[in-house]
């Protein structure tokens, strides 16, 4: 396992993860909905993952959100760079009842994120909009590109987890280990 730690005058940060693990997980950030979909995510890109977080939620969880964002996303770009022997790209799409979400990556070293989940209001007391700001943070502090699209879906939970383990598995297909393809650019670095 790897490990990072933050600490601002908003959150206390402390992210552990192993990239090739078995979808194990301890996850404790007090906003429980975001714990579940961080859960999913270890669990179906098979990383073994450990966040703890102490943020200012008296106020809401925005700086939690997207703070864990930001030290998973760099922890994630230790793990995974310098692209050598694994696939780069990955893509998924996930589906959850009514809900179909489309992810799309590519482990460019360049952040870009294009977000297109048609989710308002709020998953329990969890604030939809976070969503976008968990991703935006964790796509440009890994970095990487990422394609996330609702092809079809309303349940706003459905939307999300779909979002959340599309992710994932498009991730995991990313860093399968691939020996033929030493660094897969045609630049020969990324």
């Given at each position: 396992?790897?490990e990072?730690?933050?600490?601002t005058?908003?959150?206390?940060?402390?992210?552990?993860?192993n990239?090739?693990g078995?979808?194990?997980?301890?996850v404790?950030?007090?906003?429980?909905?975001?714990?579940?979909?961080?859960?999913s995510?270890a669990?179906?890109?098979?990383?073994?993952?450990?966040?703890?977080?102490?943020?200012d939620?008296?106020?809401?969880?925005h700086?939690?959100v997207?703070?864990v964002?930001?030290v998973?996303?760099?922890?994630l770009?230790?793990?995974?760079?310098?692209?050598?022997g694994m696939?780069?790209?990955?893509?998924?799409?996930?589906v959850?009842?009514e809900?179909?979400?489309e992810?799309?990556?590519?482990?460019?070293?360049?952040?870009f994120?294009?977000?297109?989940?048609?989710?308002?209001?709020k998953?329990?007391e969890?604030?939809?909009?976070?969503t976008?700001?968990f991703?935006?943070?964790l796509?440009f502090?890994?970095?990487l590109?990422?394609?996330?699209t609702?092809?079809r879906g309303?349940?706003?939970?459905h939307?999300?987890?779909?979002?959340?383990k599309?992710f994932?598995v498009a991730?995991r297909?990313?860093v399968?280990?691939?020996?033929?393809i030493?660094?897969p650019?045609?630049?020969?670095?990324?």
């Amino acid at each position: 396992m790897i490990e990072k730690q933050r600490s601002t005058k908003e959150t206390e940060i402390r992210v552990a993860l192993n990239l090739y693990g078995k979808g194990n997980s301890a996850v404790e950030t007090g906003v429980g909905f975001f714990d579940h979909m961080l859960e999913s995510f270890a669990r179906h890109a098979l990383i073994d993952l450990e966040v703890e977080c102490r943020g200012d939620l008296h106020i809401d969880a925005h700086h939690t959100v997207e703070d864990v964002g930001i030290v998973l996303g760099q922890l994630l770009g230790e793990a995974v760079y310098p692209v050598q022997g694994m696939e780069r790209f990955g893509n998924a799409v996930v589906v959850m009842d009514e809900a179909a979400v489309e992810c799309d990556i590519d482990l460019s070293n360049r952040p870009f994120l294009v977000y297109e989940l048609p989710v308002e209001g709020k998953v329990g007391e969890f604030d939809t909009e976070l969503t976008e700001e968990f991703f935006r943070a964790l796509v440009f502090n890994l970095p990487l590109t990422c394609h996330l699209t609702a092809r079809r879906g309303r349940n706003r939970h459905h939307l999300i987890e779909a979002a959340f383990k599309a992710f994932a598995v498009a991730l995991r297909r990313a860093v399968t280990p691939n020996e033929r393809i030493g660094i897969p650019s045609t630049k020969g670095v990324l």
